[in-house]
């Protein structure tokens, strides 16, 4: 399963130009399953792949975010293995700095929300077989 990259790069650029990057390789993991998480990623560039239950996964690519569910559980583990698939450069957000962000710029969380909303569907329809 892949998810629609985002056509407006402008929020993840905006928010990525006032705090620091993490570059990653390709092939490097960002975090395994069960890890504990408490960040959620905004990709900047690159592509990163996200795989679950050895047969499931996402891709990611500039301006959609994942590790998303690190900002609703305080003691979430991660469910999924994110990799890079290229070289890419993440944003990090805390649950604090993403609050934050969503001050600076609004449309952030609206984006966030329709990006979840598209991937609900997906898994739906793949579900439906």
């Known amino acids: 399963m892949s998810s629609d990259f985002s056509p407006e790069l402008s929020t993840i650029q ?4 006032s705090r620091p ?3 990653v390789a390709a092939g490097e993991v960002i975090y395994s399953e ?3 998480g408490d960040v959620l990623f905004g990709v900047v560039s690159g592509t990163i792949d996200v795989s679950w239950g050895g047969t499931q996964h996402e891709t990611f690519g500039p301006g959609t975010c994942f590790g998303v569910a690190a900002l609703v ?3 979430h583990r991660r469910f999924g293995t994110a990799t890079a698939r290229t070289d890419a450069e993440l944003l990090e957000m805390d649950r604090l700095e993403f609050l934050f962000a969503m001050q600076e710029l ?5 984006e966030m929300l329709h ?3 598209m991937r609900l569907q997906s898994l739906k ?3 439906a077989g």
Do not use: I, K, Y
Not at 14 to 17: R, T
Not at 106 to 110: A, I, K, N, T
């Open 106 to 110: 609004p449309l952030f969380g609206l």
């Open 115 to 117: 990006d979840l909303e």
């Open 73 to 75: 559980d305080a003691d």
């Open 34 to 36: 069960g890890d504990p």
């Open 125 to 127: 329809r793949q579900a």
């Open 14 to 17: 905006s928010l990525s130009g």
């Open 21 to 23: 990057t993490r570059s």
